[in-house]
């Protein structure tokens, strides 16, 4: 059972994100929260596998919540899921900045949010198809977040491996990747294991951070 605390400042808002995941049969609310101070204490104590973060709350906000759950520095990271109803550049990086695994928006399909949650909890990233690109790309051009590891890609990746992480750039899941490349999505899985660790980063998210950074992925365009 994947354990769960929703942090949202809208009361109906809330009792909705609370009713959505805990319909789904693999997922349990342990808690909810309605402003970023109640999120961090409830986190702490609760220990979810993930938090589903507002970003526009009262005291704290959602990104300052994510940085002290997620941030450089933190000993045990939790799984951050963003969720908010702005696409604004400053709101993506501010959430990815402070140490957001995923980054949703709140007009998603539940069944998509749902998918998000299990894919943090199983340790990889998730951001919205429409923003993967244009973030990703932003970030690195502006430099914004610390660097991963730079090399050639043909230094560290298998050629199928490059194949991943390129799919990994436009956003697709795991099953989307092994639908591409016509494979199980258990090697797919099997792959990631294996190219996290060269690119000395800890997500999915990351490595498509990487795939622009060490100039894989084009920024522009």
């Known amino acids: 059972m994947i354990r769960v605390l929703v942090a949202e400042d809208q009361p109906l808002a809330r009792a909705g994100l609370v009713a959505l995941l805990g319909a789904e049969p693999d997922l349990e609310v342990v ?25 526009r709350m009262p005291t704290t906000d959602g990104i300052a919540a994510t940085r002290a759950l997620a941030g450089p520095g933190v000993e045990e ?6 969720l908010t109803t702005f696409d604004l550049d400053d709101y993506v990086f501010g959430a990815l900045e402070a140490g957001a695994a995923g980054y949703l ?26 923003l993967t690109r244009r973030v990703v790309g932003e970030l690195v ?11 050639r890609p043909s230094d560290l990746l298998t050629p199928r491996e490059t194949e991943i992480v390129l799919l990994l750039a436009q956003g697709m899941s795991n099953e989307e990747i092994a639908a591409q490349l016509v494979v199980e999505v258990s090697t ?17 998210l990351q490595a498509a951070v990487w795939a622009y950074q060490s ?7």
């Open 31 to 55: 808690g909810s929260a309605a402003d970023g101070d109640e999120a961090v204490r409830l986190a702490r104590e609760l220990r979810p596998d993930v938090v589903c973060m507002d970003v």
């Open 77 to 82: 990271p939790m799984a951050v899921l963003v």
């Open 105 to 130: 928006l709140k007009d998603s399909e539940p069944a998509v949010v749902a998918d998000a949650v299990r894919s943090l909890a199983d340790g990889n990233g998730m951001l919205d198809r429409t």
């Open 141 to 151: 051009a502006r430099r914004r977040l610390r660097p991963v590891v730079l090399a």
């Open 188 to 204: 797919v899985k099997s792959h990631l294991a294996r190219i996290l660790p060269k690119l000395g980063v800890g997500s999915r």
């Open 215 to 221: 100039g894989l992925v084009e920024t522009t365009g």
